[in-house]
């Protein structure tokens, strides 16, 4: 069975991760987005309203689980009887940081792999940060994440 770990913060999932998502649910059998803790970030959402947040949104792709994990992700994609980790690229600037990611999780564990998968050309200006922000100065997000996301990102607010 091929399993890949899709992880992220993912505060809140947006459209461009939903679109990664279904490329990837066609290439694996089995695809686990990940919430990692990001101690560098300070987050909107709770791990939990996270999982709920992208088990709504995943609810049509059944080969899809939600999951978080803490410490290495090399150490949970071995876990996880995974092979590969996926990983989103909206832009050329997010190349240099993910490139680097990848080689130290490479020599951390040979058996990974690192697949990069871009968005759609209309989702690659998306990132959660950017929905947060628009979304604190009252701007329409409806484009940008689901409805059941716009919603809980307006009750925050």
């Keep these: 069975m091929k399993i890949a770990v899709y992880p992220g913060s993912f505060d809140p999932i947006t459209y461009g991760h939903i679109d990664i998502i279904e490329r990837a649910s066609s290439v694996f059998d089995k695809i686990i987005v990940a919430i990692s803790q990001n101690s560098e970030k300070e987050s909107l959402f709770t791990e939990k309203e996270r999982i ?13 689980s939600v999951d978080h994990f803490r410490g290495l992700l090399v150490d949970y994609v071995q876990d996880q009887k995974a092979q590969s980790i996926i990983r989103g690229l909206r832009a050329i600037s997010d190349f240099e940081f993910e490139f680097r990611m990848a080689l130290m999780n490479r020599s951390l564990n040979e ?9 759609h050309a209309k989702f690659t200006h998306v990132s959660s940060s950017l929905v947060r922000e628009v979304a604190k100065l009252h701007g329409d997000i409806s484009s940008l994440v689901p409805d059941h996301v716009a919603t809980a990102i307006q009750n925050q607010f």
């Design 111 to 119: 058996d990974v792999t690192t697949l990069f998968l871009m968005p």
């Design 52 to 64: 709920d947040l992208i088990r709504a949104s995943t609810i049509g792709y059944p080969n899809v």
